[in-house]
């Protein structure tokens, strides 16, 4: 499902001129230049302090990636969107333990790009965390690194000593060692939530230390009426020497890697779209529909809204739904031109946060 459809080769074309002709224009450098700062992004500024300068990911040698990785890696992506949880140690007393080891990772980004990025579990994302209301969690986070870093939950209402933010809140977790985080599931939990590291954030949330949280009811699934829920995380990258975000992915890949989704005709089709990028918003839009805004950050709306194009700020996440009811191969993609490009990628024009949703 990751190849390009031939069929919309020409349809794709006018996109690709329209944002080739943009790259020319602007005064953003794609070929491993440093990005400027645009209103777009959240990077640091001279009117900032002195704040430390993120680091970039290294690229990772090309013997460290094969074949079987990319597949693998690739399975990783859509076992992401396809929302499915990893499997917790069930503790006494029916408490779930899941167990999240940080730690260096050989990841394929797009043809020609392979970093050294930082994961959870061997992955980047790391694996969906799936729970109900009622669990009684633990999350356990084993640090591989050779650095330090905390585990955060942007959102959820838990109390200062499990937030996970690095000299605030605890003192962060160093190489070697192990940090607990437990807390019972309540009902203003449910929905989409982000968690990521807490030390260091303009630099490990960066280099892939992010995942998503999903919070069901006590019964049932959270959009029952749905017939696919299909979960995009949002992540980015500093490439090629940068100090900002210069290359996007979509539940750890660019496109052409991507994972493209297969929806019934006639369905109704949940997205949950997460941001997991440190400094810059996205604008997200579906070809050939309107869509409707459920919820954000976990909340649910009074009101769904109806829109074309989905502003969302890092950190943040939103529920959209739409009916699959005009068959065909439509684009979801970020509507800020640069973020559908991969930097320095010489095999193809569009990248980033691109991919497909194929209504059949």
């Keep these: 499902m990751r190849r390009t459809v031939p069929a919309l080769v020409a349809a794709l074309g006018a996109c690709a001129s329209l944002a080739l002709a943009w790259v020319h224009a602007s005064p953003v450098l794609r070929a491993g230049a440093k990005v400027a700062s645009t209103s777009m992004s959240m990077a640091p500024t001279s009117t900032m302090g002195s704040l430390p300068v993120p680091e970039g990911v290294p690229d990772a ?47 394929y980004l797009y043809p020609g790009k392979s970093v050294v990025a930082c994961g959870y579990n061997g992955q980047v994302p790391g694996p969906v965390i799936r729970v109900r209301v009622g669990d009684r969690v633990q999350i356990l986070l084993k640090n591989e690194l050779n650095e330090p870093t905390t585990l955060n939950f942007p959102g959820l209402p838990l109390p200062a000593s499990q937030l ?14 192990e940090r607990l ?15 990521e590291s807490g030390t260091d954030m303009a630099s490990e949330i960066d280099q892939g230390l992010h995942g998503v949280l999903l919070v069901d009811p ?28 210069n290359a996007f992915g979509l539940d750890g890949k660019p496109y052409p890697n991507a994972p493209q989704l297969t929806v019934p005709y006639g369905s109704r089709v949940v997205l949950r779209i997460v941001n997991a990028s440190s400094m810059c918003y996205h604008a997200m839009h579906v070809h050939e529909t309107t ?3 459920l ?12 829109m074309n194009v989905l502003a969302i700020a890092p950190g943040e996440t939103a529920d959209i739904e739409f009916p699959a ?8 993609h970020c509507h800020i031109l640069d973020h559908m490009m991969n930097p320095d990628d010489e095999v193809d024009m569009m990248g980033g946060l691109v991919t497909f949703i194929h209504v059949k």
């Design 61 to 107: 040698g090309p013997l460290s990636i094969t074949p079987a990785l990319i597949r693998e890696q690739n399975a990783d992506a859509d076992r992401v969107m396809d929302e499915q949880g990893m499997t917790p140690q069930m503790l006494p007393g029916g408490i779930k333990r899941f167990t999240l080891v940080a730690s260096e990772v050989n990841w």
């Design 164 to 177: 996970g933010i690095g000299g605030v809140t605890e003192r962060p977790v160093p190489p070697g060692g």
């Design 181 to 195: 985080y437990s807390f019972t599931v309540t009902p203003d939990m449910v929905g989409t939530h982000l968690y």
């Design 218 to 245: 006590a019964r049932g699934p959270l959009y029952p009426f749905a017939k696919v829920d299909a979960l995009y995380e949002i992540d980015a990258w500093m490439v090629d020497g940068s100090t900002t975000e």
């Design 291 to 293: 869509f409707w805004l």
């Design 295 to 306: 919820a954000e950050d976990g909340h649910p709306l009074p009101v769904p809204r109806p």
């Design 325 to 332: 009811d005009v068959r065909g191969d439509w684009m979801f």
